[in-house]
């Protein structure tokens, strides 16, 4: 489930509204209760991985296979290429295709699909026994790179449960929308004009819900307005 970074939103503990992405300043376990909050949701564990991070972990699986919908030249690393279609990636040219949005006419929509077609290819990589039987080793190789509430004998639980029993995972994007404009009265900067994200409350209902069916086994079927399917369009 991905959020717009502008977002406008309470920010925990701060007694006013900013863009999403602001309540990092205060620390992650803001954001973890500032999602909680405004989406009527629990969050038992929490991840803040970075552009290192993201390298690393794609190298030390030996890279991952993504769809790109069109072919361009990224612009937060002009030393890349990404070719139209399927195609490996490593960990450069998977950061620069994750991070891309002027490319696009929906711009922050379309990178949040593509953080997610990186993010599943990941996964889909790693879930291989030949991987994941390696998982110690991954683990050391991306050391020092991300945070986690996750300890060290949760994540060996996980990887020896996907050994021992196998199958495929099912993985259900959404991505959920709002109205940007221009407007002043954040918590940061009131009186300075600046693009908020909106959010559309019927969009932050249906992904509520799309959230805990999922955890109570349901098969979800996101609905088109909060679907990533511009991604995936030839």
Known sequence: TSIPRDYFVPIYGQGGKDKLTHSG???T???EKTIENFMNINIDYNARIGFQAVTKIID???GV???SDKEFKPWT???VRIKKGMQHMDGRTALAFARERKTYTTGD???SANEQAVIEAILEKV???SVLSQYSSLLSAIEGTFQTNLKSSDITSLAKMQLDKGGKWTVKKSILYGTSKKAK???MMPNTELYYNFPDQKSIDANTKYIKDMLKGEDVQIADTDSNVTAHMD
């Open 109 to 111: 929509r379309h990178r």
């Open 127 to 129: 879930m291989k026994p």
């Open 60 to 62: 030390a699986i030996g």
């Open 25 to 27: 300043l205060y620390g």
């Open 185 to 187: 009265g954040g918590l």
């Open 77 to 79: 690393d002009d030393g």
């Open 29 to 31: 376990a803001c954001v």
């Open 65 to 67: 296979d993504v769809y």
